[in-house]
C-alpha cells in the first residue's frame, strides 16, 4: 500500500449516501465516514475481488478524504498522488496514520482550507497549531475508513510529532521528550489488531481480578516512564535510561501475561538481552514489531551486531530514533533522491 503506489483520480461527479456525523471546527466541518457511504465508495472504487485489503483500504480512505475536503469545491480538481514510504504496512508503525495526515494536509492546502505555510526559499515548513488541529481531525476520518473505530492516537502522533500522552481517550504533548535512540525491528508475523484487543477483553471478563490490577500496574509503568522523560530533559542521565530499562521490561512481562505476546517477539527479547539490550513489543504485539532502546555511549560495532543477530532470525531490522517532528511541506529540491525518482514523470 505504501510503497511507490500512484493513486490518480479524475473529475467527476459522485454522490455519497448517508447521515452524517459532522464535527465542528474553526475551519468547516469534518464529516465522519458512515456503513453507508463506505459500502458506496466500494462501488465508485470498482477494486477488483484480488486486490490487497491494505490497497483496497488506501484507496478507500483516499476517495473519503478526496471527496469530502473538496466537496465544496464547484468541481472535482484532476490531480495525481504519490505515496512513497519506508514504512511496512500493517506491522503496527501507523502507516496508514501517516498515509491519513498526509492526504488531509494536501487536500487541505490545495482546495486552499489551510495556506500552504511554504515560503520563497525555504526547505521545509509547519503548519500552525490550528491548521494541524484541521490536519488531524481529516486524518482521523481517513483512520476511521481504514481501521473502523481507531482511538485517534496514530494519527495525532504522525501530526504533532514528538511524544504523547493518551490517557481516557484524552490526548496531550509531551513538552521537550529527548531524542532516544532505538532499533526497531519487525518480526514479520501478521497479526489482527481487532482480535487482539478482543482476546485481552475477554481475558478480563473472565480473570477481572488478576486482569484488572496488571492494567493499573501497566498504567503505573507508563506514568513513571513520563516522568523520567520528563527529568531526562537536555541532559539525561545513564541512571534514567537504566531506569527505562527496567520499565522496559515490565511492561513485556505485563504485556505477555495479557496475551499479546508471541514467540517471535520472545525470540527479539532474548536476542537483543543477549547483546545487553532491553526490547518490548509496540503496537498490538501478537507479532508485528518491537523497539529495543540504545543507550548513549554504546559502540557502534554492538549496535550492528545486534541487527545481525536479528536480521538472522529472519528479522528485519532498522536502526532511527523516536520524537522526530511531525506532517512537514517539503521543497521538491529538498526531498530524498529515492522520492525524487518516484516523482518523475508526473
Known sequence: MLSEVLLVSAPGKVILHGEHAVVHGKQGDVTAPTPEQVEKLKEVAGLPDDCAVTERLAVLAFLYLY????????????????????????????????????????????????????????????????DLELINKWAFQGERVIHGNPSGVDNAVSTWGGALRYQQGKISSLKRPPALQILLT????????????????????????????????????????????GEMGEAPALEQYLVLEELIDM??????????????????????????????????????????????????????????ALTNCGFDCWETSIGAPGVSVHSATSLDSRVRQALDGL
Open 186 to 229: 519487525n518480526t514479520k508475523v501478521p497479526r489482527s489488531t481487532k482480535a487482539l484487543v478482543a482476546g485481552v477483553r475477554n481475558r478480563l471478563l473472565k480473570f477481572p481480578e488478576i486482569v484488572a490490577p496488571l492494567l493499573t500496574s501497566i498504567d503505573a509503568i507508563s506514568l513513571e516512564c513520563e516522568r523520567v522523560l
Open 67 to 130: 471527496l469530502s475536503i473538496f466537496r465544496k469545491q464547484r468541481t472535482l480538481p484532476s490531480l495525481d498522488v504519490v505515496v512513497w514510504s519506508e514504512l511496512p504496512p500493517g506491522a503496527g508503525l501507523g502507516s496508514s496514520a501517516a498515509y491519513s495526515v498526509c492526504l488531509a494536509a494536501a487536500f487541505l492546502t490545495m482546495c486552499e482550507e489551510i495556506p500552504n505555510p511554504l515560503k520563497d526559499g525555504e526547505h521545509i515548513n509547519r503548519w500552525t497549531k490550528e
Open 251 to 308: 511492561n513485556q512481562h505485563h504485556l505477555n501475561a495479557l496475551g499479546v505476546g508471541h514467540v517471535s517477539l520472545d525470540q527479539l527479547c532474548q536476542v537483543t538481552r543477549a547483546h545487553g539490550l532491553h526490547s518490548k513489543l509496540t503496537g498490538a504485539g501478537g507479532g508485528g514489531c518491537g523497539i529495543t532502546l540504545l543507550k548513549p555511549g554504546l559502540e557502534q560495532p554492538e549496535v550492528e551486531a545486534t541487527k545481525q
